[in-house]
């Protein structure tokens, strides 16, 4: 302090300050100590500190001490003088500090791990591997709570690698760190077969918590593990034995922070007061095709201080700030955690780094220079005996840590048997084999929409499978997915299982991913079918991951009628019925709802959608109901059986079923009617089950659906018919809408008489 005021040399650099400053002591210690805690460089202007962005700090001109630590400058037209400060150690945090002399060589050898598998495979990116190395070795050197022999440790601490182009930064440290990604499987980074592909892929690599790589979708899925981790801790935990007690880390980019999904999940964590969160931002000043002031210039961290976020900027360079950030983040109590790293993206390739070129593998060309002048040898995939051995020692102290807690975790199984059963049941996922039968059946002269139907199951189903938990985006009131035996999720009550996602169509689906990952709740989700649109990149992301998510989706056709064709989705189920291992069911009647929800809730290997009308159904009584629930497992099965000579098949889904049989009874008894639920499971049964429905010897046959008549045409075949909506729909009400349409038993019958 006394030199700071009185103008004496610090590092030899001699400089003073303006006559006139007037700041007190306890005012600059906690200023000084504020920065030193962040890393980032200090400026002293007037005699008050200041933090700068490292970009900020190389732009000042004048002398520079040898080591970096700190330069003057000089205003223009004035006298007054600034020093900026970046301190090579802060011994603020308590406690034996890590080994930052080999933590600092592990960082530089996963950055050369990064330049050769980027530089054999001639494709990849540099830039956030090289730029947060110093985080991962942090992170996987020190802070993180894991187990590589045990990569699916329930109180494990989970790491999102929500920048997924970075890819190689997680498999670099992953492979230090221990877990199953061997020096073999870096050299083979983006190769047919391996199991380290160009974007990290949930099921494929271990270590890796969520597929990655559509920018902003890990830090939503960081959210949804953050709320599992949540309610896991309110359910299984006891007062004396704690079995979840463990944080979610994100690193995101610049790209993350401008994605809409990223938005609506932050401000949701931040309203559930999800302090087990942390999100490092690599603030790197760099996007893909320009520095990021080209597309931004809003001040990320005052946003984040609005919603309801801690934050804290740190250099990320900087391996003693960014240690000291993480522990005091493990501490927060009721907001999540934003760590705002400034880096220089692609750092230690000089000819690219802090520039967009750093992005991709433009830097490969420069790889041999750039590791000698890190101290690296020309071998390829090089890493030091040093490096090996501290991360033996680090996993071996991992796995000791994991022990201590498995001797907590046998000792609250003892004590709490009936908790033990009830953690097994939520690993193991699906539901009980019985749970078709433990949903009552409708009432033979039900009339209710498909919306009403499913409303009832879930409450039955919801009571065999005490792990389902639900949402809706402000729609409860419509979508009718409340599970009436619970409240609501909320930071007082982390136990209920009704969330309210608010109006976040995206986040929401990205978020139940992330509660799919986690593994120990099925998590559902609903909206408006329309509003499918708004979800659809997570919702593919989860038919990728073979993720069992169950969206909820209803007013499902023109049917929704005076909202208008803003609203009536009549293109959307055929649209989602096109993404792979997507199964899109849209049931008939309520008993066929009844066998959609078992369906769904015992498929364990990727996501089901409901298509639920608004408008009312009749309950297809003449079909006995265990032949209608039965049925939406095989994906289509026959509704009304001819009774003489098959010459003509009508199919229909949904509400439409109920009209293609009011038609056959018109058209006589060559007529048979097949309800087709879900083209996904139909398609997937054996040739003669699909003959044994559909026969080959039967050409006349017609389809209807009150949507696009596109994928209807793989079943009738060239000669058949489709009755189909091939346009926008209409505002009036629903009735008058599918039937000015072409939704109608005539058109039905119309289309069929040419075959009989």
């Not at 298509?611 to 026959?638: C, D, H, K, M, W």
């Not at 054996?686 to 009150?706: D, F, H, M, T, W």
């Not at 058949?720 to 072409?742: E, M, Q």
Request: neutral net charge; charged residues 20%.
């Amino acid at each position: 302090y006394q030199r700071r005021v009185h103008g004496d040399a610090v590092d030899g650099v001699d400089k003073s300050y303006h006559s006139s400053v007037m700041m007190t002591l306890e005012e600059e210690i906690e200023n000084e100590i504020s920065a030193m805690r962040s890393g980032l460089p200090i400026t002293y202007k007037q005699g008050k500190a200041h933090l700068q962005s490292p970009a900020a700090a190389r732009q000042q001109k004048g002398p520079q001490t040898n080591d970096g630590r700190a330069m003057v400058f000089k205003s223009d037209g004035s006298k007054q003088e600034a020093l900026v400060i970046t301190p090579k150690s802060l011994p603020i945090s308590r406690g034996p500090q890590p080994n930052f002399s080999v933590l600092q060589k592990a960082a530089n050898e996963a950055r050369g791990l990064s330049m050769d598998a980027v530089h054999k495979c001639s494709s990849g990116h540099l830039g956030l591997p090289l730029g947060c190395a110093e985080i991962g070795a942090i992170l996987f050197g020190q802070e993180l709570r894991y187990n590589p022999m045990e990569p699916k440790w329930i109180n494990r601490d989970r790491f999102v690698l929500s920048a997924g182009h970075g890819s190689m930064f997680l498999y670099g440290w992953l492979h230090l760190s221990g877990y199953k990604v061997s020096l073999d499987d870096v050299k083979n980074f983006r190769v047919f077969g391996s199991i380290t592909p160009g974007h990290p892929e949930f099921h494929e690599t271990p270590g890796v918590e969520a597929t990655t790589g559509p920018l902003g979708q890990g830090i939503s899925n960081a959210v949804g593990y953050a709320l599992s981790q949540k309610m896991a801790a309110q359910r299984w935990n006891t007062p004396t034995h704690q079995i979840f007690k463990n944080n979610i880390f994100c690193l995101c980019g610049d790209g993350c922070m401008q994605e809409g999904i990223a938005m609506e999940a932050v401000s949701f964590a931040a309203h559930q007061k999800l302090d087990n969160l942390i999100l490092i931002y690599d603030s790197n000043e760099v996007t893909l095709d320009a520095m990021a002031d080209a597309s931004q210039s809003e001040d990320t961290g005052k946003r984040f201080e609005a919603i309801g976020w801690s934050v804290t900027t740190i250099d990320g360079h900087n391996m003693a700030a960014i240690w000291n950030v993480l522990k005091e983040a493990r501490n927060s109590t009721g907001k999540p955690q934003l760590i705002i790293a400034k880096t220089l993206i692609g750092k230690g390739i000089p000819e690219v780094a802090g520039t967009q070129k750093a992005h991709g593998e433009a830097g490969t060309k420069f790889v041999a220079a750039a590791k000698a002048n890190l101290g690296l040898p020309e071998t390829s995939f090089y890493v030091s005996d040093e490096t090996r051995a501290y991360f033996r020692d680090h996993s071996s102290k991992q796995q000791a840590s994991y022990s201590s807690w498995l001797d907590i975790y046998e000792a609250w199984r003892r004590a709490n048997p009936a908790l033990a059963t009830d953690l097994d049941i939520a690993l193991k996922g699906g539901g009980p084999d019985d749970l078709l039968d433990s949903i009552p059946q409708f009432p033979v002269d039900a009339k209710i929409a498909t919306r009403k139907a499913g409303g009832d199951v879930i409450q039955a189903v919801a009571n065999k499978v005490p792990h389902l938990i639900t949402g809706s985006a402000d729609l409860f009131g419509s979508t009718l997915n409340y599970i009436a035996s619970s409240k609501d999720f909320t930071p007082s009550s982390l136990n209920g299982r009704n969330i309210r996602f608010g109006i976040r169509e995206h986040g929401m689906c990205g978020i139940m991913n992330g509660i799919a990952y986690d593994g120990f709740f099925r998590p559902s989700g609903a909206t408006f079918l329309v509003f499918a649109d708004y979800c659809r990149a997570s919702i593919r992301v989860a038919a990728l991951s073979h993720l069992p998510c169950l969206y909820i989706f209803t007013h499902d056709s023109a049917g929704v009628g005076e909202d208008g064709p803003t609203h009536q989705p009549v293109e959307t189920v055929t649209s989602l019925r096109v993404i792979p291992n997507l199964d899109v069911i849209r049931p008939a009647d309520p008993e066929e709802t009844a066998g959609a929800y078992a369906a769904a809730i015992l498929r364990t290997d990727g996501p089901t959608l409901f298509s639920l009308s608004r408008q009312a159904t009749r309950n297809l009584s003449e079909i006995p109901s265990n032949i209608r629930r039965q049925g939406v497992f095989f994906g289509a099965y026959i509704a009304i059986k001819e009774t003489s000579s098959l010459k003509c098949i009508i199919m229909a889904t949904g509400t439409e079923v109920a009209i293609a049989i009011t038609a056959a009874k018109e058209l006589g008894p060559n007529v048979r009617v097949v309800s087709v639920p879900s083209m996904f499971r139909f398609d997937k049964q054996s040739q003669s089950y699909q003959n044994e429905i559909l026969p080959k010897s039967c050409l006349g046959r017609v389809a209807i659906e009150a949507g696009v008549s596109g994928l209807w045409w793989k079943y009738v075949g060239l000669n058949g018919k489709v009755i189909g909506i091939d346009r926008f729909g209409l505002s009036a009400p629903g009735d008058k809408v599918l039937t000015s349409l072409g939704i109608n038993a005539q058109s039905v019958i119309d289309a069929a008489r040419q075959f009989l």
